[in-house]
């Protein structure tokens, strides 16, 4: 077990563009969830895939996107980057949903 | 629909004192509930969660929780603080019927452990 990477560890982005985290899942784990964290706040559930179909959404706008990919790897795509979207973006890895192991996270500052 | 309350944004004890953290949750359907810890610069780490059976739950570092279905509380104690508890804790609850699909976390509790 190698355990969840996420790259990169920190990220400045300007209002308008477009970023992609990365997360690499423990091996074998066919599902991934993604989270924001704002600062001073819980984690907020953006979306889940599983076997690289989303199945699962949380309360984010169609600008936040994601991909899944065989090799246990996934991305979180952000379009059209606000202010409000600065956090700590957290993903989760699982087989099955049977226990969540979660990455450092990425720090993304959009200025 | 599912929601997490804690009690205290932020808790201090001295090191060797009891450490209690509130959490009470509301669900529409069995829940079930995690306490993660966060370390600066750190993902979540889960201490321990309650599924099903035995309403204790032990968990790592000496932490336990107890699920109060008429109190809908799961708080999280220890009965002597370490200096290296110091950290942020979140609560989660989920629902039985979609574990993992939507983890709703409360907004976490620092804890402050002074020598």
């Known amino acids: 077990e190698t355990g969840v990477t996420q790259s990169p560890t920190h990220l400045i982005k300007t209002r308008g563009q477009q970023v992609t985290l990365r997360c690499s899942s423990q091996?074998?784990?066919?599902?991934v969830s993604w989270y924001q964290q704002a600062l001073g706040q819980g984690p907020q559930f953006i979306f889940q895939?599983?076997?690289?179909?989303?199945?699962g959404r949380g309360n984010f706008p169609p600008r936040f996107s994601g991909l899944q990919f065989p090799n246990y790897s996934s991305e979180l795509n952000v379009n059209a980057l606000e202010l409000d979207d600065s956090a700590l973006y957290l993903c989760?890895?699982?087989?099955?949903?049977?226990?969540?192991?979660f990455g450092s996270g990425t720090r993304l500052t959009v200025v | 629909a599912q929601s997490v309350t804690q009690l205290g944004s932020h808790v201090s004890v001295s090191e060797g004192a009891l450490v209690l953290l509130r959490c009470n949750y509301s669900?529409?359907?069995?829940?079930?509930l995690f306490w993660y810890v966060q370390y600066p610069n750190q993902g979540l780490q889960l201490l321990l969660k309650?599924?099903?059976?035995?309403?204790l739950v032990k968990g790592i570092n000496g932490f336990e929780a107890e699920f109060k279905k008429s109190e809908t509380s799961f708080h999280l104690t220890k009965p002597s603080a370490h200096m290296s508890d110091a950290a942020e804790y979140f609560c989660?609850?989920?629902?039985?019927?979609?574990?993992?699909?939507?983890?709703?976390f409360g907004p976490g509790t620092r804890l402050s452990v002074l020598p």
């Open positions: 989760a890895s699982s087989l099955s949903g049977s226990g969540y192991t």
């Open positions: 895939y599983y076997r690289e179909e989303e199945n």
């Open positions: 309650y599924t099903t059976g035995a309403t």
């Open positions: 989660a609850v989920s629902g039985a019927d979609n574990y993992g699909q939507n983890f709703v």
């Open positions: 669900s529409s359907v069995p829940p079930y």
């Open positions: 091996s074998g784990h066919n599902t």
